[in-house]
C-alpha cells in the first residue's frame, strides 16, 4: 500500500541502534505479557528494521503475501524532533519512549493488520493516506499507553488524535465507522480557511520536523491510492488473524483487546450455524404430533415382538420464496437448489412465489422437482403477508422462507413454526421482523 509522501526519513546515514535494539525487546516481552494476542499475530508476520520510517510502519512488499513489520531501531532508543518554531532546524530534541509505549507502537501497527486497512482502503476508494489518518485516530484512542497523559510530555504528543480536526470535535468515535472518520477529515482538509485544519502538505512539513508521526504502509504508486491486495494475500490474513484468536482461546488469556477489535473477533469466533443441519432439524421437529403404527425389535429375553408407535417426522411443509423487485436472478437460482434439498426430507411441499401477492402456487413432491419454475414470477414490492395466509388455510406444519428479509413491518407468522434461508450477502441483523429464526445460506 502507498504511503510514498510520509515515507520521508533519510536512511543512508542510518546504523542499527543496538539500544534499540535491546528495546524493541523489550517491548516484545511487554507485548506477550500484556496483550498476548498481538504476541501471537507478530509471530506470523515478517519483521525489518530500517532507517526510512519514522518510528514503525506495517505493509506488504511487492511479490508478498506476509505482511511486514518495519521498525527503526534508532527512533526505538531517542526519537529525534525539532519544535515548530525552530524553521532552520538548528535545535534538534530527543525523546526516549518507554517500553510500554514502544509496545503500544507495535500494536497500532499490527490493529492495521487485524483490521485490514489494505482492504478497506481498496474497498471504500479511500486515499490511502488519508485513510492511514483516519486509522490512526481511531486506534491510538483505544491503546492506553498512546493515548494523552496530561502535562507530562508523552509519546501521544506526537501521534494524531481527535484533537488535531476541527470536524471531528463533537463526534462520539465510538459509535464511527472507518468511512465517516474518513469522510469527516477530508472534508476538513478541502474546506478553506478551516481553524486548527490540517491539510496533507502541512502534515508532511510537521513530519519531517518529527513533530508527528505517521506510519509507512509498504510499496505502491506515487497517487496515494495503493494497490489492492492479492487474493492470498488476503487469506493469509484472515487465517493470520483466526489462527492467533484460536491461540488465545487454548491459552485461555487475550490480554488487553480494543473494544473494536473485541467486537470483530467475537463475531469472527462466533459459529456460523450450518444451513443443511439446520433446515434437517428444523423439518424434523415441525411435526411431532402424529405417530404410525410399527413392531418393536424382537425381545432376547421372552422372544417375542410387541406393536409400537413411531414418530412421524415427514411434515407438510410450505416454501415461500420471495420474488420482490430486490431478489435478483442469481438469489433466484440459489433459491432453487435450496428448494431440491428441502423437498427430500418432507411428505408434501408447497411453493408459492410472493412480492405482495402470491404469483405462484404448486404442491411439489420429490419425483416432481422438475415442474419448478426456471424464471422469477414477480418482480414488485415486499409483502410476505399472503403466503403466511396461505400457510394458514393449508394448516402446514412448517414455513421455510427463502428471502433477502428486507420488509420494514412485522409479519405474521400465526404462529407456524417459520425458518429463514438467507443468501449471506445480506445481513440477518436487524431486517425481517417477525421471523425469529434465521440463518445464512452460501
Known amino acids: 500500500m502507498s504511503q510514498v509522501a510520509f515515507r520521508q526519513k533519510d536512511a543512508s546515514k542510518h546504523v542499527r541502534s543496538e539500544a534499540g535494539m535491546e528495546k524493541y525487546f523489550e517491548a516484545m516481552r511487554t507485548i506477550y505479557t500484556n496483550y498476548r494476542f498481538f504476541y501471537y499475530v507478530l509471530r506470523n508476520v515478517k519483521i525489518k528494521e530500517v532507517g526510512d520510517v519514522w518510528l514503525a510502519g506495517v505493509g506488504f512488499c511487492k511479490g508478498d503475501t506476509v505482511p511486514t513489520l518495519f521498525f527503526n531501531s534508532q527512533s526505538f532508543d531517542k526519537y529525534k524532533y525539532f519544535e515548530e518554531a525552530d524553521k532552520e532546524k538548528k535545535n534538534e530534541l530527543t525523546y526516549e ?39 490512526d485516530i481511531l486506534i491510538n484512542r483505544e491503546i492506553p499507553a498512546l493515548s494523552r497523559r496530561g502535562e507530562n510530555k508523552s509519546l501521544a504528543d506526537f501521534l494524531l488524535h481527535q484533537d488535531k480536526y476541527p470536524s471531528l470535535k463533537d463526534m462520539k468515535l465510538d459509535e464511527c465507522s472507518l468511512p465517516m472518520v474518513y469522510d ?5 482538509m478541502e474546506s478553506k480557511g478551516g481553524q486548527g485544519k490540517i491539510d496533507l502538505e502541512t ?52 490480554g488487553h483487546l480494543p473494544g473494536s477489535l473485541k467486537r470483530e473477533l467475537d463475531t469472527l469466533m462466533k459459529p456460523k450455524p450450518r444451513w443443511r443441519s439446520t433446515l434437517e432439524h428444523f423439518v424434523q421437529n415441525c411435526r411431532q404430533d402424529e405417530a404410525e403404527k410399527t413392531w418393536k425389535r424382537l425381545s432376547r429375553r421372552y422372544g417375542n415382538r410387541a406393536s409400537g408407535r413411531k414418530a412421524q417426522n415427514r411434515p407438510n411443509l410450505l416454501v415461500i420464496i420471495d420474488t420482490s423487485g430486490s431478489i435478483g436472478e442469481e438469489d433466484f437460482n440459489l433459491f432453487s437448489s435450496y428448494l431440491s434439498f428441502a423437498v427430500g426430507f418432507c411428505k408434501s411441499v408447497k411453493v ?85 429464526h434465521r440463518v445464512h445460506i452460501e
Open 184 to 188: 469527516a477529515i477530508k472534508e476538513d
Open 97 to 135: 519512549p518507554t517500553y510500554e509505549e514502544l509496545a503500544g507502537v507495535i500494536v497500532h501497527e499490527l490493529l492495521h493488520i487485524c483490521q485490514q486497512i489494505f482492504t478497506r482502503q481498496s474497498k471504500f476508494g479511500m486515499n490511502l493516506q488519508i485513510a492511514n489518518i483516519a486509522h
Open 352 to 436: 408459492v412465489f410472493c412480492d405482495t401477492q402470491i404469483q405462484y402456487c404448486e404442491e411439489l413432491h420429490d419425483d416432481q422437482r422438475s415442474k419448478f419454475p426456471k424464471s422469477i414470477l414477480g418482480g414488485g414490492g415486499t409483502d410476505m403477508s399472503p403466503g403466511f395466509e396461505y400457510g394458514k388455510k393449508e394448516k402446514v406444519d412448517g414455513v421455510v422462507i427463502l428471502t433477502d428479509l428486507c420488509w420494514g413491518e412485522p409479519v405474521n407468522t400465526y404462529g407456524i413454526p417459520t425458518l429463514a434461508l438467507v443468501p449471506a450477502r445480506y445481513s440477518i441483523e436487524g431486517n425481517g421482523p417477525g421471523i425469529t
Open 203 to 254: 502534515l508532511k512539513k510537521m513530519i519531517e520536523n518529527g513533530q508527528v508521526i505517521m506510519d509507512y504502509h509498504g510499496e505502491g504508486d506515487e497517487s496515494g491510492d495503493g494497490m489492492e491486495l492479492s487474493e492470498e494475500a488476503q487469506a493469509y490474513l484472515e487465517d493470520l488473524i483466526k489462527d492467533s484468536a484460536k491461540k488465545c482461546n487454548s491459552d485461555g488469556s487475550w
